[in-house]
């Protein structure tokens, strides 16, 4: 496309004019930049006018594939829908044009928006302690865990160095631990698919600082035993982390607090319904019990008797600050909206359809791929290609076909412990028709697979970029703009 818009260009057309500066007391740009950061010569960029330009981004755009214009079965990830309401919300002008420099006496309502919305995450959560600071929920794990290792800290056991981590956990939980210096230890999982508790009990002793899960796990199963381990881990002095990742499956109706948990991280993208993808931003809010609060970030958000909302830097055992500001506060306010426009009820019922709309996949996908674990599911299932891979066709070929049929390919090759993974999240958003059509694609891409296997192999057909030699492009970066770059 960048080619395309270059042969659009044409001599000293322009897409804005801007006025030259005669005020020379304001000095030229050239004076506040070292002599070996100007250019000796102009940059090679498309001259056209700022229809031709608007109309080339307008095309981009159209190639660009989002939960707005097509189903989005992200296993784990949550695509669910981004109401319109909560973008209008966040975009008033009251709100969009806040500073975080301003005195806290002319930012009481956004103070009361992120306080209110504090309340009701922790009560949906069934915590105590709450920060609205990171940034995502890889950030809230690390803040979580941190949270964790300056408790043993401050109570002086240093010998607590071992996370324990079941082999169904997010990526990230075992980055996390490690980021904190901590040894990590993988759980393996029994035959329904859930922590298997021989081998929890057999790696619990005197040096376990957390186990890390979430429930349901990443195979959409519930943790029936989450109850015994929850006491078997208390048992040897380790504390409980649940990463929220899954939460749309049981909002409303479960609570992490409840569970035995210490502390959690919530995926405001995932659950609250703020924009998800695109690098960001994101929130990963962090929730705990009485026994982590004194370790939340500065500042907390607190009220005084005056019905005054303030920002608390007196903590002296907190862990610090751990991201510059105070959170990412437009998702803050697109989580309280749709917060307060669904209700308790309603958010119940999110969860509710949530896991009715992915054991309606799952009962009817079934049968045309294998299913590892075939028990109720939450929100979400892990299916396997193996079926498919003995036809000579593999998982990420299956996913590259379906995006000729302008659904976006669900997560893929995760969990680990499934091989050829296909991890499928349909959300509470999509109406029958379409989870309907998604089952009538997978069902027409498994008879591909038996007819004509080498045209899935090849697939995709139909999309703007063609398939991509990806172990190429990994052994051959070409990390130029240009299309003449070859460096």
Same mark, same amino acid.
């Given at each position: 496309?960048?080619?395309?818009?270059?042969?659009?260009?044409?001599?000293?057309?322009?897409?804005?004019?801007?006025?030259?500066?005669?005020?020379?007391?304001? /000095?030229?740009?050239?004076?506040?930049?070292?002599?070996?950061?100007?250019?000796?010569?102009?940059?090679?960029?498309?001259?056209? @006018?700022?229809?031709?330009?608007?109309?080339?981004?307008?095309?981009?755009?159209?190639?660009?594939?989002?939960?707005?214009?097509?189903?989005?079965?992200?296993? @784990?990830?949550?695509?669910? =829908?981004?109401?319109?309401?909560?973008?209008?919300?966040?975009?008033?002008?009251?709100?969009?044009?806040?500073?975080?420099?301003?005195?806290?006496?002319?930012?009481? /309502?956004?103070?009361?928006?992120?306080?209110?919305?504090?309340? =009701?995450?922790?009560?949906?959560?069934?915590?105590?302690?709450?920060?609205?600071?990171?940034? %995502?929920?890889?950030?809230?794990?690390?803040?979580?865990?941190?949270?964790?290792?300056?408790?043993?800290?401050?109570?002086?056991?240093?010998?607590?160095?071992?996370?324990?981590?079941?082999?169904?956990?997010? /990526?990230? &939980?075992?980055?996390?631990?490690?980021?904190?210096?901590?040894?990590?230890?993988?759980?393996?999982?029994?035959?329904?698919?859930?922590?298997?508790?021989?081998?929890?009990?057999?790696?619990?002793?005197?040096?376990?600082?957390?186990?890390?899960?979430?429930?349901?796990?990443?195979? /959409?199963?519930?943790?029936?035993?989450?109850?015994?381990?929850?006491?078997?881990?208390?048992?040897?002095?380790?504390?409980?982390?649940?990463?929220?990742?899954?939460?749309?499956?049981?909002?409303?109706?479960?609570?992490?607090?409840?569970?035995?948990?210490?502390?959690?991280?919530?995926?405001?993208?995932?659950? *609250?319904?703020?924009?998800?993808?695109?690098?960001?931003?994101?929130?990963?809010?962090?929730?705990?019990?009485?026994?982590?609060?004194?370790?939340?970030?500065?500042?907390?958000?607190?009220?005084?008797?005056?019905?005054?909302?303030?920002?608390?830097? &007196?903590?002296?055992?907190?862990?610090?600050?751990?991201?510059?500001? =105070?959170?990412? *506060?437009?998702?803050?306010?697109?989580?309280?909206?749709?917060?307060?426009?669904?209700?308790?009820?309603?958010?119940?019922?999110?969860?509710?359809?949530?896991?009715?709309?992915?054991?309606?996949?799952?009962?009817?996908?079934?049968?045309?791929?294998?299913?590892? =674990?075939?028990?109720?599911?939450?929100?979400?299932?892990?299916? @396997?290609?193996?079926?498919?891979?003995?036809?000579?066709?593999?998982?990420?070929?299956?996913?590259?076909?379906?995006?000729? *049929?302008?659904?976006?390919?669900?997560?893929?090759?995760?969990?680990?412990?499934?091989?050829?993974?296909?991890?499928?999240?349909?959300?509470?958003?999509?109406?029958?028709?379409?989870?309907?059509?998604?089952?009538?694609?997978?069902?027409?891409? %498994?008879?591909?697979?038996? %007819?004509?296997?080498?045209?899935?192999?090849?697939?995709?057909?139909?999309?703007?970029?063609?398939?991509?030699?990806?172990?190429?492009?990994?052994?051959?970066?070409?990390?130029?703009?240009?299309?003449?770059?070859?460096?």
């Amino acid at each position: 496309m960048t080619k395309l818009l270059l042969e659009k260009s044409k001599p000293e057309r322009k897409a804005a004019n801007l006025p030259f500066n005669q005020n020379e007391s304001l /000095g030229s740009i050239s004076n506040f930049l070292p002599e070996n950061s100007l250019r000796t010569e102009n940059l090679n960029l498309p001259e056209v @006018s700022e229809l031709i330009l608007v109309r080339h981004f307008s095309e981009l755009a159209k190639k660009n594939f989002s939960i707005d214009s097509g189903f989005y079965p992200l296993g @784990s990830c949550t695509m669910k =829908y981004n109401p319109k309401v909560n973008e209008y919300v966040a975009r008033l002008e009251g709100l969009a044009k806040l500073h975080p420099f301003q005195p806290q006496e002319q930012v009481q /309502g956004a103070l009361e928006i992120m306080y209110t919305l504090s309340e =009701y995450l922790k009560e949906i959560c069934g915590f105590k302690g709450i920060t609205l600071q990171p940034a %995502a929920g890889a950030h809230g794990e690390l803040t979580g865990l941190l949270m964790i290792k300056k408790y043993f800290e401050k109570t002086g056991d240093k010998k607590r160095k071992k996370v324990l981590v079941p082999n169904t956990a997010h /990526g990230t &939980n075992p980055a996390t631990a490690s980021m904190c210096n901590f040894n990590v230890v993988e759980l393996k999982s029994n035959d329904r698919g859930q922590v298997d508790l021989d081998s929890l009990k057999a790696n619990l002793d005197d040096t376990v600082a957390a186990i890390m899960l979430t429930n349901p796990n990443t195979l /959409g199963i519930f943790e029936e035993n989450i109850l015994t381990i929850s006491k078997l881990v208390h048992e040897v002095g380790g504390l409980l982390y649940y990463d929220g990742a899954n939460l749309n499956a049981i909002m409303g109706i479960a609570r992490p607090g409840d569970m035995g948990f210490d502390v959690c991280h919530i995926n405001l993208h995932k659950t *609250f319904s703020t924009p998800h993808g695109g690098g960001g931003p994101g929130s990963g809010v962090v929730c705990c019990n009485e026994l982590l609060e004194p370790f939340l970030p500065t500042p907390i958000l607190s009220k005084n008797i005056k019905e005054q909302y303030y920002w608390d830097y &007196n903590k002296k055992d907190s862990i610090g600050k751990i991201k510059s500001y =105070y959170g990412n *506060f437009g998702m803050l306010v697109r989580a309280l909206a749709y917060i307060m426009v669904n209700g308790k009820e309603g958010l119940e019922q999110v969860s509710k359809d949530a896991v009715l709309n992915a054991n309606y996949l799952k009962e009817n996908l079934k049968t045309d791929y294998d299913l590892p =674990y075939d028990i109720e599911c939450m929100h979400e299932f892990v299916l @396997s290609g193996k079926k498919q891979k003995q036809q000579g066709v593999n998982t990420l070929a299956l996913a590259k076909r379906l995006l000729d *049929f302008g659904i976006h390919a669900p997560t893929i090759y995760f969990p680990l412990l499934v091989p050829e993974a296909i991890m499928i999240e349909p959300t509470e958003t999509e109406s029958k028709e379409e989870l309907d059509n998604f089952i009538q694609t997978m069902k027409e891409l %498994a008879k591909e697979v038996l %007819a004509n296997p080498d045209f899935v192999n090849a697939a995709p057909h139909n999309t703007p970029v063609g398939r991509v030699d990806e172990v190429g492009a990994a052994r051959n970066l070409n990390l130029c703009w240009s299309l003449s770059c070859n460096q």
